[in-house]
């Protein structure tokens, strides 16, 4: 890497080795990258592009080597210290909130100073989305950006940060042709104000456009580097393949037999027009670059996804019903999709196969183990027992237990998804001979690999896709490594979405984004208060009395601040149960302190108590969510029986009444209406402010919408959500201040209720339980509303009864309203 | 078939796993035992067991109700309307006559099956959250609760005192009956194929639906097998409580969760562990009795319950290992970091 540089590079790599497991993915890798300078990096899948790039983005520490940043070496290489340096990285999955809007996307993700002065704010991100052309609506949720918006988005947000190395992965492949070419002209106006930038890609004609250098990679080894002008594709070309072979490939079919396979005009999602025809005793190959509709074919092919065209299998069609049923699937994310973790060896091996062990309608363990560990030895399965749990098995042992429980299926068609991936070389040898012999038996085998040795190897036949498109078709002496890499990546066709017009500007009305917007749940439940409001009014004209008024709002004004609590822990995709028990494990607590005559400093010491234990107690439930990794349901649960021992423990009956000048004060009213919940009233718009608007609100949606997205964007997940069980334990407190002078006297019995109906209003606010979105003015009203239908059932002369029906149908039919909503608005969005 | 390597490697099936749940709800459960015996006597006495054997019962078959949703990752908050709905329905329908018992079982069945079809297409086909779901189902059997008994408790038949608060060899009926259900669950659960199906759908939803599985009807039905538990529990406790009240289902709602975590099923669905689960509920009303006959208040016995729920979970969910090795390299001084391969 000699070359004469006039300018220092503004990143340079040298000698980088990185291991994973002792196997190394970098060797010695040479890179820099100069000011003004794009510069390419090519080669297949898996040659270590990523894993150099994320050791320039300080995300792995690499075993060997030095990083220099413009002339300046850097010890240790944070992603902190990277993104303070300006290296800003636009990921291939974009690390996005789809629970939040475009704008909020925007201010949670970069820093404060950037949208300065903030009432500024939706000028500037307007014109960061203008910058990259994407043009949706700031208020538009995220969830409802097409994949190709999502991605500049997130090319937005680099932008914004005017880094000085930009590194961008693979940024075009869900981008349709205009959008490219405003990228390419934003890249260079960079680039000519002195930026460096990165681009890794596998298109050769994008590198021709973009590029002024080139590095190839192949197998985590350098090899090449050179300006773009003076090299030819042929040159390039020769340099990205010809990977050595590890391993023997069983002998391909010799005499092929009758068609058993044949697609025409296969369409689904993510892919299109796919017609083919495979013979008895051959394997057919996916290839092309990872991501171009590959998956989506093989899920298809397995009956996930619905397709148009034929499937024929031994000449009868298919549908994808029968597909389902009938195909074995192999999927890529074994982890995911493939295999139950928790369960055996042999039960994950045996599910498909189960009615042929069964005597009269029981298994027999016999038959079961007799079958089943028979196909599993076949198979040279190394596992401690057939008992034990495959998450205790290798990567390539979990993927024979898959292929055992294919073999035990007796599958009409087997879809193999990446066969070999995270497969040690022994056991891929094995699985290349089970395919081959499930082939020759007849049934027929397509097997998609992002390794394209791989296929040269086992098929007899390969089709290469590009973007969705098959761009080429390999048999015999043409299936090589080189053809179906050079098909790949001089393929010019653009993505099948950009196609069928679900890219591009999708406009929604400004009605329909109010309906599935945070507020429509508080609309509709002003609506429903009126409603019935007036009903009963037109009932019983004491209704509006000041007392009724005041008794209503009173009632609302504890659940109210409980649930305010509990919104927060919802935000964050949790749940707290313990904060019922809690109020009243405070309300006993108070007793003790807060009576008749008791001097002022007893009355601060009982609150300064309350306020301790409160904060105490949220504290736990974080940490025993966050760092025993209880479930939230588990760890509130265990809290919620563990504070109400603690409230019999300080009086196992009624007693120590509630000072009444104390009470008084708290319940004092202006009018009809208690002074109390004017406060709620105003805490909750004043959180509902923040939770759009500042930084703590957008923390926490952000965190209870993606967890990893919100972590990847710089968020401290783990303090964010055990401060977010801290609030909720605080507004716990602060209702039972409220209910200590509603309640009187200290009741170990009191309080535990407010558990489940704080979660009702919680509800019916629209908060999701899902996390991320929610509404804190909606949680004041489903918890007026809540109390207003209790009130109704006495003032409609109604039995206890109608209380528990109304509450019962209220929460379901806002559970089912919301949800249906919801539904609809995200398929729209996808549609 | 390349055998290279010697035939030590040829998989056997290992029979007769002891799961850790049970492994620890037993020793847990002979330690409670011995403590009982030496330090309280009185909570070992024969009227004493016999109690403890009828309620430990009770919560064992809405334990293994609830484990049943659980294992298909959900949980249900209607245990409480649904038992109390199955007492009233019991207690009120027959009116005091043994002849209305065989229609009183009717309704009741009825009434679990309508609950359960409800949550089953509340959660399995609507796919709202099960928190809310139930929920909202509890609040509507309880309104049906009311609306059966319209507040006034009736006295239990005498045939349903006998059958279900009574004693055959010594050991009450009750306890017959749960270890019949028991029997139930662990064969149709370990030796059915739908059962087997069901653990597979709880334990990975989207690897069930990849195979084909029907994953929204195990998850739905689980909701109905459930309710069907709950009514049985429910039944028999109109018989031992001679006068049953509106609301005793509400005691049962935390216990019955209790059960199923320390009996080792996750809270995120999967294997379930109906024997764990049983012992689990012998435990606990056995630490009932131990508190109860130390003549603590009921408040220790509480926080003693809480702490073993705590306890229990800790033993099965905190990565034990993963905390070995890093006290081991804090106490080394040099820790590792070893980041996922890419």
């Given at each position: 890497m000699a070359k004469s540089t006039t300018s220092t590079a503004t990143l340079s790599l040298t000698g980088i080795t990185k291991r994973f497991a002792g196997v190394a993915a970098l060797t010695d890798v040479d890179f820099e990258v100069r000011p003004g300078e794009v510069h390419a990096l090519l080669g297949e899948n898996g040659a270590g592009k990523s894993?150099?790039?994320?050791?320039?983005?300080?995300?792995?520490?690499?075993?060997?080597?030095?990083?220099?940043?413009?002339?300046?070496?850097?010890?240790?290489?944070?992603?902190?210290?990277?993104?303070?340096?300006?290296?800003?990285?636009?990921?291939?999955?974009?690390?996005?909130?789809?629970?939040?809007?475009?704008?909020?996307?925007?201010?949670?993700?970069?820093?404060?100073?950037?949208?300065?002065?903030?009432?500024?704010?939706?000028?500037?991100?307007?014109?960061?989305?203008?910058?990259?052309?994407?043009?949706?609506?700031?208020?538009?949720?995220?969830?409802?950006?097409?994949?190709?918006?999502?991605?500049?988005?997130?090319?937005?947000?680099?932008?914004?940060?005017?880094?000085?190395?930009m590194i961008l992965d693979e940024p075009t492949a869900p981008l349709g042709k205009e959008a490219v070419d405003l990228l390419f002209s934003r890249v260079r106006a960079e680039v000519k104000a002195g930026v460096a930038v990165v681009y890794i890609t596998h298109r050769l004609a994008e590198v021709r456009e973009m590029a002024d250098r080139v590095?190839?990679?192949?197998?985590?080894?350098?090899?090449?580097?050179?300006?773009?002008?003076?090299?030819?594709?042929?040159?390039?070309?020769?340099?990205?393949?010809?990977?050595?072979?590890?391993?023997?490939?069983?002998?391909?079919?010799?005499?092929?037999?009758d068609v058993n396979l044949r697609l025409t005009g296969f369409s689904g999602k993510g892919f299109t027009n796919v017609s083919i025809e495979s013979r008895r005793g051959e394997i057919l190959g996916i290839s092309g670059v990872v991501g171009n509709g590959q998956s989506d074919f093989m899920k298809t092919l397995a009956g996930l996804e619905n397709f148009s065209g034929t499937v024929e299998v031994g000449g009868t069609a298919?549908?994808?019903?029968?597909?389902?049923?009938?195909?074995?699937?192999?999927?890529?994310?074994?982890?995911?999709?493939?295999?139950?973790?928790?369960?055996?060896?042999?039960?994950?091996?045996?599910?498909?196969?189960?009615?042929?062990?069964?005597?009269?309608?029981?298994?027999?363990?016999?038959?079961?183990?007799?079958?089943?560990?028979?196909?599993l030895n076949e198979l040279a399965v190394k596992a401690p027992s057939a008992d034990a749990n495959v998450s205790a098995l290798s990567g390539g042992?979990?993927?024979?237990?898959?292929?055992?429980?294919?073999?035990?299926?007796?599958?009409?068609?087997?879809?193999?998804?990446?066969?070999?991936?995270?497969?040690?070389?022994?056991?891929?040898?094995?699985?290349?001979?089970?395919?081959?012999?499930?082939?020759?038996?007849?049934?027929?085998?397509?097997?998609?690999?992002?390794?394209?040795?791989?296929?040269?190897?086992?098929?007899?036949?390969?089709?290469?896709?590009?973007?969705?498109?098959?761009?080429?078709?390999?048999?015999?002496?043409?299936?090589?490594?080189?053809?179906?890499?050079?098909?790949?990546?001089?393929?010019?066709?653009?993505?099948?979405?950009?196609?069928?017009?679900?890219?591009?500007?999708?406009?929604?009305?400004?009605?329909?984004?109010?309906?599935?917007?945070?507020?429509?749940?508080?609309?509709?439940?002003?609506?429903?208060?009126?409603?019935?409001?007036?009903?009963?009014?037109?009932?019983?004209?004491k209704y509006l009395n000041e007392f009724n008024i005041n008794s209503i709002l009173g009632l609302a004004t504890a659940l109210g601040f409980i649930a305010i609590g509990q919104t927060i822990a919802l935000l964050i995709g949790g749940i707290d149960l313990s904060v019922g028990p809690l109020a009243g494990l405070l309300v006993v607590i108070a007793s003790f302190f807060i009576n008749d005559g008791s001097p002022l400093g007893s009355i601060l010491t009982g609150l300064g108590l309350m306020l301790v234990v409160a904060l105490l107690v949220g504290l736990l439930n974080g940490s025993m969510i966050r760092y025993l990794k209880f479930t939230a349901i588990a760890a509130t649960l265990t809290m919620y029986i563990a504070l109400q021992g603690f409230s019999f423990l300080l009086r196992d009956a009624p007693d120590g009444y509630i000072s009444a000048d104390v009470s008084g004060l708290i319940t004092s009213k202006v009018g009809p209406i208690p002074v109390a919940f004017l406060i709620l009233a105003i805490v909750a718009v004043v959180l509902e402010w923040a939770l759009r608007n500042r930084r703590w609100g957008w923390n926490l949606r952000a965190t209870g919408s993606n967890e990893e997205s919100a972590r990847r964007?710089?968020?401290?997940?783990?303090?964010?959500?055990?401060?977010?069980?801290?609030?909720?334990?605080?507004?716990?407190?602060?209702?039972?201040i409220y209910l200590l002078a509603q309640l009187g006297v200290g009741d170990p019995k009191q309080g535990v209720n407010y558990t489940l109906s704080s979660i009702t209003a919680v509800v019916l606010?629209?908060?999701?339980?899902?996390?991320?979105?929610?509404?804190?003015?909606?949680?004041?009203?489903?918890a007026v509303l809540l109390i207003q239908v209790m009130n109704a059932i006495v003032f409609l002369g109604l039995t206890d009864m109608w209380t528990y029906v109304f509450q019962g149908l209220l929460i379901l039919v806002a559970a089912i309203v919301y949800s249906v909503a919801r539904n609809r608005q995200k398929q729209k969005g996808r549609a | 078939m390349t055998q290279t390597e010697t035939g030590s490697r040829?998989?056997?099936?290992?029979?007769?796993?002891?799961?850790?749940?049970?492994?620890?709800?037993?020793?847990?459960?002979?330690?409670?035992?011995?403590?009982?015996?030496?330090?309280?006597?009185?909570?070992?006495?024969?009227?004493?067991?016999?109690?403890?054997?009828?309620?430990?019962?009770?919560?064992?078959?809405?334990?293994?109700?609830?484990?049943?949703?659980?294992?298909?990752?959900?949980?249900?908050?209607?245990?409480?309307?649904?038992?109390?709905?199955?007492?009233?329905?019991?207690?009120?329908?027959?009116?005091?006559?043994?002849?209305?018992?065989?229609?009183?079982?009717?309704?009741?069945?009825?009434?679990?099956?309508?609950?359960?079809?409800?949550?089953?297409?509340?959660?399995g086909f609507l796919k709202l959250n099960a928190i809310i779901a139930t929920l909202g189902t509890n609040a509507l059997l309880f309104g049906a609760v009311l609306m059966v008994s319209g507040g006034i408790p009736q006295i239990s038949t005498q045939l349903l005192q006998d059958l279900a608060g009574g004693d055959t060899f010594g050991i009450p009926n009750s306890m017959y009956v749960a270890l019949v259900v028991l029997l139930i669950v662990v064969v149709v659960s370990k030796k059915t194929v739908a059962g087997r199906r069901f653990e597979m759908v709880g334990a990975n939803p989207r690897a069930g639906k990849a195979m084909g599985l029907r994953v929204r009807s195990h998850e739905g039905l689980s909701y109905v097998w459930a309710q069907i538990l709950y009514w049985l529990a429910g039944f028999l406790i109109a018989g031992i409580t001679t006068q049953p009240t509106a609301y005793m289902g509400n005691a049962y709602l935390l216990p019955s969760v209790a059960v199923v975590v320390l009996g080792g099923t996750s809270l995120l669905g999967g294997r379930g562990y109906p024997v764990a689960t049983f012992v689990a509920a012998l435990f606990l009303k056995q630490l009932d009795q131990f508190v109860i006959s130390l003549g603590v208040p009921y408040a220790v016995q509480t926080i003693v319950q809480a702490a073993a729920l705590a306890i229990g979970v800790a033993i099965y969910t905190v990565n034990w290992r993963s905390v070995r090795t890093r006290i081991s390299s804090l106490v080394a001084g040099k820790p590792k970091a070893a980041p996922a391969a890419s």
């Open positions: 894993t150099l790039m994320n050791v320039a983005t300080g995300t792995y520490q690499p075993d060997a080597g030095t990083i220099t940043f413009e002339g300046q070496p850097i010890g240790t290489l944070t992603p902190k210290l990277a993104s303070k340096l300006g290296i800003a990285i636009v990921h291939q999955h974009p690390a996005v909130l789809p629970d939040l809007s475009v704008e909020d996307n925007l201010r949670a993700s970069l820093p404060d100073k950037f949208f300065t002065p903030a009432r500024d704010a939706k000028k500037i991100a307007t014109e960061l989305l203008a910058g990259v052309g994407l043009d949706v609506d700031l208020r538009d949720r995220v969830e409802d950006l097409s994949v190709a918006q999502t991605h500049l988005l997130e090319i937005a947000k680099a932008f914004a940060l005017k880094p000085r190395l590095t190839v990679l192949r197998d985590g080894k350098m090899r090449g580097v050179s300006e773009v002008a003076k090299i030819t594709d042929e040159e390039l070309l020769t340099m990205i393949i010809g990977r050595e072979l590890e391993h023997t490939f069983p002998a391909k079919s010799s005499k092929p037999g298919l549908s994808s019903r029968e597909l389902l049923r009938r195909s074995a699937y192999l999927p890529a994310d074994r982890l995911h999709e493939g295999l139950a973790m928790t369960l055996s060896v042999r039960e994950n091996a045996a599910i498909l196969a189960l009615r042929k062990f069964t005597n009269v309608k029981l298994i027999s363990a016999p038959k079961e183990n007799k079958t089943v560990l028979a196909t042992n979990q993927q024979k237990v898959v292929m055992a429980r294919a073999l035990l299926s007796e599958p009409l068609i087997v879809v193999a998804d990446e066969p070999t991936q995270g497969v040690d070389v022994g056991a891929r040898a094995e699985i290349y001979r089970l395919l081959r012999e499930i082939s020759e038996s007849g049934v027929p085998v397509i097997v998609n690999s992002s390794d394209a040795k791989e296929l040269e190897g086992l098929c007899d036949q390969v089709i290469v896709m590009s973007r969705g498109h098959v761009v080429d078709s390999l048999r015999g002496k043409d299936l090589t490594e080189a053809r179906m890499i050079k098909s790949a990546v001089t393929a010019t066709t653009q993505s099948v979405s950009v196609i069928d017009g679900s890219y591009g500007a999708r406009k929604t009305s400004g009605f329909s984004r109010f309906l599935s917007g945070d507020y429509a749940p508080s609309a509709l439940l002003v609506v429903l208060m009126v409603v019935l409001g007036g009903f009963i009014l037109s009932q019983n004209g964007i710089g968020i401290n997940v783990n303090r964010t959500m055990i401060m977010a069980y801290v609030w909720s334990s605080f507004f716990a407190f602060a209702g039972a606010g629209g908060t999701s339980l899902l996390g991320g979105r929610g509404s804190f003015l909606g949680t004041v009203l489903g | 040829v998989l056997k099936a290992s029979r007769f796993r002891l799961s850790k749940g049970l492994l620890t709800m037993a020793i847990s459960l002979a330690v409670l035992f011995v403590l009982s015996a030496t330090l309280a006597p009185s909570s070992v006495s024969v009227n004493v067991v016999s109690s403890w054997l009828q309620f430990s019962a009770i919560l064992a078959i809405i334990g293994l109700g609830q484990m049943l949703v659980v294992q298909q990752g959900g949980i249900d908050l209607s245990v409480a309307g649904a038992v109390s709905l199955a007492i009233v329905v019991s207690s009120q329908v027959p009116n005091g006559h043994d002849d209305g018992i065989p229609l009183a079982i009717v309704y009741g069945l009825a009434y679990a099956i309508g609950a359960g079809l409800l949550n089953a297409f509340l959660i």
